[in-house]
C-alpha cells in the first residue's frame, strides 16, 4: 500500500537535502571523529555540519506548511542559507586537510551529478554509500550541496514568481472579504 506523503516530500529540493543530511551525519562520524567525546577539538564543528544540513530540509518542510507564500519563500531561503554554510564546511574540510576539490569534469564529479534521488519504499530514498576514501566522500557531498544550492534557488525563484502573479495571503484574505461583502 502507498502512503500519501505531505506534498513537499515530492519535491526535489526536499528529498536531496534529506540524502545529504543523512550522509552528512555518517560523514561527521566516520571522517571528524565520534562528536560525543568532549575532549574532540572538532565537536562543534560536526555539531554546526550536522544542523546545517538539518536545518535545510526541515524549513523546506516548514515552509511548505505556512499558509502565507511570503513566510514559504522566507524559510526556503533559510534553507539556501543552510545548505550553503555547510557547502563552505566541506570545502573547508577538503582545503585545511590539502585535499583536492575535484573540478567540473572530473569523471566522478560527472558521476555524482547524474544521481537522481526517488522514493525506493514508504520510509527509504535511494541514498548513495559514503565512499571511504575521504576525499570522494567530500566531493561527493560538495557536488551534492552545490545541486541542492541551484535547487534551491530556483525553487524560491518559482516561488517568488507565484507571489508574483497569485499575491499573497493578505491580499487573497482582502479578496475574499470583498467578495462576501458583495464589494
Known sequence: MEIKRPGYEYLIVYMLARVIYDLTVE?????????????????????????AARSDCQ???????????????????????SDEELTKDYQDYLRQRNLPVWPKDHPKIREFRD?????????????PKLPNDRIEAGNMLLTFCNLEGFLLKKHVDSLMAKHEKEGGLTEKLYRKRKEYRGD
Do not use: H
Not at 115 to 127: A, G, P, Y
Open 27 to 51: 560523514f561527521c562520524r566516520k571522517f571528524l571523529k565520534n562528536p560525543n567525546d568532549p575532549k574532540y577539538p572538532n565537536r562543534r564543528q560536526i555539531e554546526q555540519m550536522e544542523q
Open 59 to 81: 524549513n523546506i518542510a516548514e515552509g511548505f506548511t505556512q499558509p502565507s507564500l511570503k513566510g514559504y519563500i522566507k524559510l526556503a531561503g533559510i534553507a539556501a542559507g
Open 115 to 127: 544521481f537522481r534521488v526517488v522514493w525506493v519504499d514508504q520510509n527509504s530514498l535511494n541514498t
